[in-house]
C-alpha cells in the first residue's frame, strides 16, 4: 500500500522533472529579446574604455568620450561586450558601462527632415544634418520616432544608424 507521503514525493519528483523538460526542450522559454545577438545600446557615461579583451587588464584600444553614443553589441563574454560604433571602431567593454538606453545616428550625406508623423506627406518639424545624435523612442515598419534636444517627431530608419530594419519597439 503506498502511503500519502509517498505519494506526495513522487509527485514531487515527477513535477520538478516536468519543469526541467519543459525547460530544456524549449517548450517554456525565456524572454531572450534582450540577449539577442547583434542588439543595439548606448554608452551610459562619458570617457568609456573599450578594451583589446574581455579584461581589465587587456589594453585599451579605444575610448568612448560621450555619453549616450549608441553602439552595437556583436559578442558577449561574461559581464564584457565586445561592441563597435558607426565607424567599426570598439572593443570589449565591460557591461556596467552601457545603457539599454537607445540612441540612433542620423546617415546619409543629405539633411533629411523630421516628421510629426511617420509618413511623407506631413508637416516637417526640423531638418537633420548627417552625424546628429538622437535619442531612439520608438520603432515602426520603416519608422522611428526620435528626440533630438526638444525635437521629437519621426525619421525614415533608412536614415539611421543605431536600429534595425525589421526592429519594432
Given at each position: 500500500m503506498i502511503t500519502q507521503?509517498?505519494?506526495?514525493?513522487?509527485n514531487s519528483i515527477t513535477s520538478f522533472l516536468i519543469i526541467i523538460?519543459?525547460?530544456?526542450?524549449?517548450?517554456?522559454?525565456?524572454?531572450?529579446?534582450?540577449?539577442?545577438?547583434?542588439r543595439?545600446?548606448?554608452?551610459?557615461?562619458?570617457?568609456?574604455?573599450?578594451?583589446?579583451?574581455?579584461?581589465?587588464?587587456?589594453?585599451?584600444?579605444w575610448i568612448f568620450i560621450k555619453k549616450g553614443e549608441p553602439v552595437e553589441i556583436i559578442e558577449e563574454y561574461e559581464q564584457w561586450r565586445l561592441v563597435r560604433d558607426l565607424k567599426g571602431e570598439g572593443g570589449w567593454i565591460h557591461?556596467?558601462?552601457?545603457?539599454?538606453?537607445?540612441?540612433?545616428?542620423?546617415?546619409?550625406?543629405?539633411?533629411?527632415?523630421?516628421?510629426a508623423s511617420p509618413n511623407n506627406k506631413n508637416k516637417i518639424i526640423i531638418k537633420l544634418a548627417p552625424n546628429v545624435r538622437c535619442q531612439l523612442h520608438k520603432a515602426i515598419e520603416n519608422?522611428?520616432?526620435?528626440?533630438?534636444?526638444?525635437?521629437?517627431?519621426?525619421?525614415?530608419?533608412?536614415?539611421?544608424?543605431?536600429?534595425?530594419?525589421?526592429?519594432?519597439?
Amino acid at each position: 500500500m503506498i502511503t500519502q507521503k509517498k505519494m506526495i514525493k513522487n509527485n514531487s519528483i515527477t513535477s520538478f522533472l516536468i519543469i526541467i523538460y519543459l525547460l530544456y526542450s524549449g517548450i517554456v522559454q525565456a524572454d531572450n529579446k534582450k540577449l539577442s545577438l547583434p542588439r543595439f545600446v548606448s554608452i551610459k557615461s562619458n570617457e568609456v574604455n573599450a578594451r583589446t579583451g574581455p579584461h581589465f587588464k587587456s589594453s585599451i584600444e579605444w575610448i568612448f568620450i560621450k555619453k549616450g553614443e549608441p553602439v552595437e553589441i556583436i559578442e558577449e563574454y561574461e559581464q564584457w561586450r565586445l561592441v563597435r560604433d558607426l565607424k567599426g571602431e570598439g572593443g570589449w567593454i565591460h557591461a556596467s558601462v552601457l545603457s539599454a538606453k537607445r540612441f540612433i545616428v542620423v546617415i546619409g550625406k543629405d539633411i533629411v527632415p523630421m516628421l510629426a508623423s511617420p509618413n511623407n506627406k506631413n508637416k516637417i518639424i526640423i531638418k537633420l544634418a548627417p552625424n546628429v545624435r538622437c535619442q531612439l523612442h520608438k520603432a515602426i515598419e520603416n519608422w522611428c520616432k526620435i528626440q533630438c534636444g526638444e525635437y521629437k517627431g519621426w525619421l525614415q530608419k533608412e536614415f539611421l544608424w543605431g536600429v534595425y530594419t525589421d526592429e519594432k519597439l
